[in-house]
């Protein structure tokens, strides 16, 4: 994909640009909250357990507390909840509340894990159970069933610890290499907004200390990109805020792995609306923290991770190896279950590993949490070389394929029914070539045409067509 102004994801500070398009996709899974495997009740933080790679990776216990920010979760509350009550997922077998525990010890600004917060093991859950691929699934003879559930969490924490992590470098001055890598990694999950813990896009009143301070924000945060296709799709709402300067159509980055503008959440909206989940996220973008029913916080991030855009696959279906990068990257080794092109999709960082610990980030920091979250669970994390995108001959934007639905344009002067056809740059609605993408998304092409073609009827001047020019609008579809 060109690096256009439509799919924009923020890390920090760090800004990259994705094609927009999607307005479909996937299904399966969630239901309510649980127990450990502890046996203790939800909010009671369970004893940290045996690592697969705990004798290399430690446990959360060895780890100084993490700043604490804000008055803390409340005493009580609903928790999470899923109103599809979709099955429990075949991750749950496997990776296990405690797990999650040790994990992400200073998940939500500090407070750690709660069910009373964005960040949960049982948001987590019901988010997966939407996505009954994640983490279950083993598609390549590469490596073991095992070995690919496994490389699968550990590529969504590695991104999750980069966009919102604690990243405290200090820890490598207080400990020995291994045992300051062992607490920097378990530092993911901690920020909820952009630029947090104390947001710059926040009111000074209500900083970032609670989900619902991102409810209003400054002018920086509105991230609304506008166009005569934007503005029709994914409009921006000119709400403002209950404060002097604030507006309620802040669409800056939210979520484990922070999804940003206005196109993200519309498109994230249609995909939850395909799910019987109807939220208004263009009028209330906040809600990505707040709804509890289903959780959003981590549904939103696993969206963006198990969800191809083209011309970028999904992240999942690298890591699986499910994803087709061409002949000329196949021969370069970039074919097949790999890390590196991840951080291209994410945040198009190519600038490979430093030398130093923890190193800057972007995607020196993706690579070496990925290198960890491998070693915790004691799976191969892959060649080095294929670690980075940085020696990835062919980038995405760079690749021949058909992305998205446009009009016909060779019928549009036609006395005939208008149509859209696939187009070789990015738009709104996205087409899935089938020698790209897999099948499940292939399937959603042809509705995803109809929507274009009900589109050219409803606002043709965004697509500069107009009945004296373009006779083809004279001609209602049947």
Not at 343 to 349: A, G, Q, V, Y
Not at 368 to 395: E, H, R
């Amino acid at each position: 994909m060109h690096v256009s102004p439509f799919h924009v994801r923020y890390s920090g500070s760090e800004r990259m640009k994705l094609t927009p398009s999607l307005l479909l996709l996937l299904t399966a899974g969630a239901a309510l909250g649980f127990r450990g495997r502890s046996g203790l009740p939800e909010d009671t933080e369970p004893p940290m357990p045996e690592a697969p790679g705990a004798s290399v990776t430690g446990s959360a216990a060895a780890c100084p507390k993490a700043t604490k920010f804000g008055p803390g979760p409340p005493a009580s509350c609903a928790g999470p909840s899923d109103p599809n009550k979709r099955p429990a997922s075949g991750l749950e077998a496997w990776f296990t509340r405690d797990m999650f525990y040790d994990l992400f010890p200073f998940a939500n600004i500090g407070w750690g894990p709660n069910k009373c917060l964005p960040y949960s093991y049982e948001a987590f859950v019901i988010a997966a159970r939407y996505f009954p691929e994640f983490g279950t699934v083993s598609p390549n003879k590469v490596y073991t069933a095992d070995q690919n559930k496994k490389r699968d969490l550990a590529a969504f924490f590695a991104h999750a610890v980069q966009e919102t992590g604690e990243n405290n470098a200090d820890l490598y001055a207080q400990f020995s290499g291994q045992q300051a890598a062992n607490c920097f990694y378990r530092g993911g999950f901690y920020n909820w907004f952009e630029g947090g813990p104390v947001s710059s896009f926040l009111d000074k009143s209500s900083p970032g200390y609670k989900p619902e301070d991102g409810n209003q924000c400054s002018i920086g945060g509105k991230y609304c990109a506008q166009s005569a296709e934007l503005n029709y799709f994914f409009g921006c709402s000119n709400a403002t805020g209950s404060q002097a300067g604030t507006y309620k159509g802040c669409y800056f980055g939210r979520g484990a792995i922070q999804i940003s503008y206005n196109y993200n959440y519309g498109m994230f909206q249609n995909w939850l609306k395909s799910q019987g989940i109807i939220v208004d996220l263009l009028a209330n973008p906040n809600l990505v923290m707040t709804k509890m029913d289903p959780p959003l916080a981590i549904m939103a991030s696993l969206w963006f991770y198990m969800t191809p855009q083209p011309p970028k696959p999904a992240m999942h279906d690298i890591v699986m190896g499910s994803w087709n990068g061409g002949a000329q990257n196949s021969a370069a080794g970039y074919s097949g279950p790999i890390f590196g092109p991840t951080s291209l999709i994410i945040n198009n960082e190519c600038n490979g590993e430093d030398a130093s610990n923890p190193g800057g980030p972007g995607e020196s920091r993706r690579i070496k949490a990925f290198k960890w979250f491998c070693q915790y669970f004691s799976v191969p994390a892959g060649a080095d070389n294929t670690l980075t995108c940085k020696t990835m001959p062919i980038k995405f934007d760079m690749l021949r394929q058909n992305q998205s639905y446009q009009p016909d344009w060779s019928s549009t002067w036609k006395e005939q029914p208008c149509a859209c056809a696939p187009a070789e740059y990015g738009g709104m609605i996205s087409y899935f070539d089938p020698n790209f993408y897999p099948t499940q998304f292939v399937k959603l092409n042809a509705a995803n045409k109809v929507e274009c073609e009900n589109s050219l009827y409803a606002n043709p001047a965004m697509y500069s067509l107009d009945p004296k020019t373009s006779p083809c609008l004279n001609h209602p579809r049947k």
